[in-house]
């Protein structure tokens, strides 16, 4: 789930996370989510797998990009820009970038 969510002054919404983790990246304003203050550029990383967070606006509205889903139980391996299942598919990833082979033309696949 992907939203765009803007809030006028002095609101509160409750956001149903059910089943989903989920992350809020703060585009304009300021506002509390799950009681902690949190402005622009800021990100929220939401950890309340079947809970409610509530995000409450303050003076001024806020605007807000909202990324969810159901977590998919698999592991994640993370370097740099490459992320994958298992520490050995990273490695190739890199050494296929590294050689050129990383990306290839629609033609050639």
Known sequence: MLLDIFMPPHQNFVLPLHDMAAFLYILDGECSVAGKHTG???TAVLDSIG???MIETGRA???IFLSA???IG???VQYGPFVMA???D???AINDFRSGD???PNNEC
């Open 40 to 42: 622009s550029g800021t």
């Open 61 to 63: 509205p806020v605007r």
């Open 74 to 76: 698999e592991p994640i």
């Open 69 to 71: 889903a159901k977590p």
């Open 102 to 104: 990383f990306i290839k």
């Open 86 to 88: 298992h520490g050995s």
């Open 90 to 92: 990273v490695q190739k």
């Open 51 to 53: 809970k409610e967070v």
